[in-house]
């Protein structure tokens, strides 16, 4: 009985041809089209999951456990929050590496468990989709959001509004 | 073996709260009513059993992140890798005993 191993569904087998002085294994480390994208994955998921743990820690600590906790949390918190600078950068800095961490992560995961070409390919085409619309909604909530929204004319109630 | 089932089931959770919950804020965007009312929905009880699941899961998925890092990238981090997982586990149950008693009592003991 001879087992048959499949080739890594993530990056591309490399195909060195006879006489050019490459090696032919099929599971070299780099080549193919895709470089070392894989390792640059491998990388990233490393170096934006020290700084995960530390911006989604001081996320926990600020939000769910200072003070009265989670009723505290409103339109007006985020508000307060949002005024300042330091917090905007760091919930979009949360935002894109989390977004990007976890994309990766469910990245490998389909390849590991579809088996099929097609299945694989549209699930990352579902992914990748909901990725995009995330990254770039939640970046566009932080940057234009409005303490004191205003609809047709009419300020909204429990906005904060400076006093006419 | 284990710690990489439970790594891969953390992050699959976290992954798709965060698109809710990037969608949930998004709402500051629509009416501060809109907000404030989609927001009260996880201060019930029920959700704040849930929130202690979703941070005992994040805590899992860093704590052994970073057992992870340390085992691909320091010298000796395959050889202590078994206590690592089992110092993973002790500051998990620690944090988690000191997250639940907090947040559980804030968020279940009225306002």
């Known amino acids: 009985m001879t087992a048959t191993i499949q080739s890594p569904r993530s990056g591309k ?5 006879p006489g050019s002085g490459k090696i032919q294994p099929k599971y070299r480390r780099t080549g193919g089209s895709k470089g070392n994208f894989e390792m640059l994955a491998w990388l990233f998921m490393r170096l934006s999951g020290v700084v995960l743990v530390v911006l989604i820690f001081g ?19 985020v508000a307060g929050k949002w005024a300042d600078p330091f917090w905007q950068f760091w919930d979009l800095a949360m935002l894109w590496l989390a977004m990007l961490h976890g994309t990766n992560g469910v990245r490998t995961i389909i390849n590991d468990y ?8 549209w699930l990352k085409i579902v992914l990748y989709a909901a990725t995009t619309v995330i990254i770039i909604l939640g970046t566009l909530v932080i940057f234009t959001f409005n303490p ?17 | 073996m284990w710690s990489w089932v439970g790594h891969r089931i953390t992050g699959v959770v976290i992954f798709f709260f965060l698109l809710v919950h990037v969608l949930d804020t998004s709402l500051v965007r629509v009416s501060p009513e809109a907000y404030t009312a989609v ?3 996880y201060k019930n009880p029920l959700m704040a ?3 202690t699941g979703l941070v005992a899961a994040i805590v899992f998925h860093a704590f052994n992140g970073l057992r992870i890092i340390a085992v691909d990238f320091w010298k000796k981090g395959a ?14 149950v620690v944090v988690m005993v000191g997250f639940s008693i907090r947040h559980l009592s804030l968020a279940l003991g009225g306002h």
């Open chain 1, 148 to 164: 004191c929204p205003v609809a047709n004319g009419v300020q909204l109630p429990g906005g904060f509004c400076p006093a006419p």
């Open chain 1, 13 to 17: 087998p490399s195909s060195g041809k």
């Open chain 2, 49 to 51: 059993l849930g929130e």
């Open chain 1, 114 to 121: 579809a088996e099929k070409d097609a299945t694989r390919l």
């Open chain 1, 59 to 77: 996320h926990l600590t600020v939000n769910l456990l200072v003070g009265e906790g989670i009723h505290a949390i409103d339109f007006g918190f």
């Open chain 2, 39 to 41: 927001i009260g929905a």
């Open chain 2, 79 to 92: 050889k202590y890798q078994r206590q690592m997982l089992w110092t993973v586990l002790g500051l998990w």
